[in-house]
T-cell receptor
Framework: GEDVEQSLFLSVREGDSSVINCTYTDSSSTYLYWYKQEPGAGLQLLTYIFSNMDMKQDQRLTVLLNKKDKHLSLRIADTQTGDSAIYFCAETRSGGYNKLIFGAGTRLAVHP | GAVVSQHPSWVICKSGTSVKIECRSLDFQATTMFWYRQFPKQSLMLMATSNEGSKATYEQGVEKDKFLINHASLTLSTLTVTSAHPEDSSFYIC????????????FGSGTRLTVV
């Protein structure tokens, strides 16, 4: 199975909050990330959280980290149609070079 | 901010030919770059870690002779898909780390390879 797991699809109404969840496996990860990918494009870093933090807020984005359960979530407040995209969580995996390991991605669909 | 430029954006090639994809860090030096492959509606799979001045480190299951990686300078890494076949058709994305807080992983815009 996937080392980093995410639900595959989320549909929300415009103006509501979106919550995307992720579980990871490497307890030694230094940072955990959320990336956004629009169709046919590369990845855009949305935010990251240091592993010794519980929460980080950046404008409409709130990241919550539960280290005990290895659970990461991304909340998008006041979701807009422009937020429709695929959202990937990622963890750093140690071993020589800190490489990013991605979840399968959550497709967020925002409808009016 | 840090920018990674990836070219070409898309390429169509015939089976049996080779294709080179370039990844450049425009305003920073990257001793390490990463190459990912993404199948439609799937996640990014790390193929290899490209190290300036040394051999690339390939992930398990990735054919070294098939996917040649060269990291000739601190700002350029190339991925060559040799003797391409239709099953090599995919979206390839490179990434570089600026080494700043949070890792500073910056991604290129990706290359869509279609082998016919």
């Amino acid at each position: 199975g996937e080392d980093v797991e995410q639900s595959l699809f989320l549909s929300v109404r415009e103006g509501d909050s979106s919550v995307i969840n992720c579980t990871y496996t490497d307890s030694s990860s230094t940072y955990l990330y959320w990336y956004k990918q629009e169709p046919g494009a590369g990845l855009q870093l949305l935010t990251y959280i240091f592993s010794n933090m519980d929460m980080k807020q950046d404008q409409r984005l709130t990241v919550l980290l539960n280290k005990k359960d290895k659970h990461l979530s991304l909340r998008i407040a006041d979701t807009q149609t422009g937020d429709s995209a695929i959202y990937f969580c990622a963890e750093t995996r140690s071993g020589g070079y800190n490489k990013l390991i991605f979840g399968a991605g959550t497709r967020l669909a925002v409808h009016p | 901010g840090a920018v990674v430029s990836q070219h070409p954006s898309w390429v169509i090639c015939k089976s049996g030919t080779s294709v080179k994809i370039e990844c450049r860090s425009l305003d920073f030096q990257a001793t390490t770059m990463f190459w990912y492959r993404q199948f439609p509606k799937q996640s990014l799979m790390l193929m290899a870690t490209s190290n300036e001045g040394s051999k690339a480190t390939y992930e398990q299951g990735v054919e070294k002779d098939k996917f040649l990686i060269n990291h000739a300078s601190l700002t350029l890494s190339t991925l060559t898909v040799t003797s391409a076949h239709p099953e090599d058709s995919s979206f390839y994305i490179c990434s570089a780390s600026t080494g700043t807080e949070g890792g500073g992983y910056t991604f290129g815009s990706g290359t869509r390879l279609t082998v016919v």
